[in-house]
């Protein structure tokens, strides 16, 4: 087991254009969570699923913001129309539903929009 | 709104000096998690807390869940260049909803 992993692993990008990372969980969890994480400030919860099923999303999440999880495995979020507000690390989780609340992360990814 | 409070939010001390962080509710939760973060890379877990009053030790870190669920405190023993990093503590409640986080210590261990 790798832990879950985190592509790209940095992204520079212009402002308006689209952005899409993803994320790998542990192969057994079936939950998978997006945080964001602004500097000086901790993570902020994005959206998380269960298996395949999107079960709740912030107020964070705009309408430019979009999350799958096609298959219940590994998670994409994509960032459309990118602005400055929207750099930010982006950081994945996963857990197992009974397993506890402990959440693992992966590494994030750092996004820097120009 | 569920809020975590972390204090103090820097602390520089020297090598082989005690530390304690705190982390303070007014909300209840079910567990408590300790996280370590290096600048650019992702949380990494330290330790769950689950049970009030709860006690855990992870070498020279001692991890205390309060009585009521509501606070935790992380002792740090001798601290060591090695323990430099932000540390996260985060609040889960039953059924692995999100966790809420608090703002992070920053720590940095002069040699």
């Known amino acids: 087991d790798t832990g879950v992993s985190q592509n790209p692993r940095h992204k520079i990008t212009k402002r308006g254009q689209n952005v899409t990372f993803r994320c790998d969980p542990i192969?057994?969890?079936?939950?998978l969570y997006w945080y964001r994480q602004t500097l000086g400030q901790g993570p902020e919860f994005l959206t998380y699923f269960q298996n395949e099923a999107q079960l709740e999303k912030s107020r964070l999440l705009s309408d430019r913001f979009s999350a799958e999880r096609p298959k219940g495995s590994f998670s994409t979020l994509e960032i459309q129309r990118t602005e400055q507000g929207d750099s930010a690390m982006y950081l994945c989780?996963?857990?197992?539903?009974?397993?506890?609340?402990?959440?693992?992360f992966g590494p994030g990814t750092r996004l820097l929009v120009l | 709104t569920q809020l975590l409070e972390q204090s103090p939010q820097f602390l520089s001390i020297q090598e082989g000096e005690n530390l304690t962080v705190y982390c303070n509710s007014s909300s209840v939760f079910s567990s408590l998690q300790w996280y370590r973060q290096e600048p650019g890379e992702g949380p990494v877990l330290l330790v769950t807390v689950v049970t009030g009053g709860e006690v855990k030790k992870l070498k020279r870190l001692t991890f205390q869940f309060g009585d009521a669920r509501k606070d935790s405190s992380l002792h740090i023993t001798a601290a060591q260049p090695g323990d430099t990093g932000l540390y996260l503590c985060a609040g889960g409640k039953v059924g692995n909803t999100p966790l809420v986080f608090g703002k992070g210590t920053r720590l940095s261990v002069i040699a």
């Open positions: 192969s057994e969890h079936n939950r």
């Open positions: 989780a996963s857990s197992y539903r009974t397993g506890g609340e402990t959440q693992y």
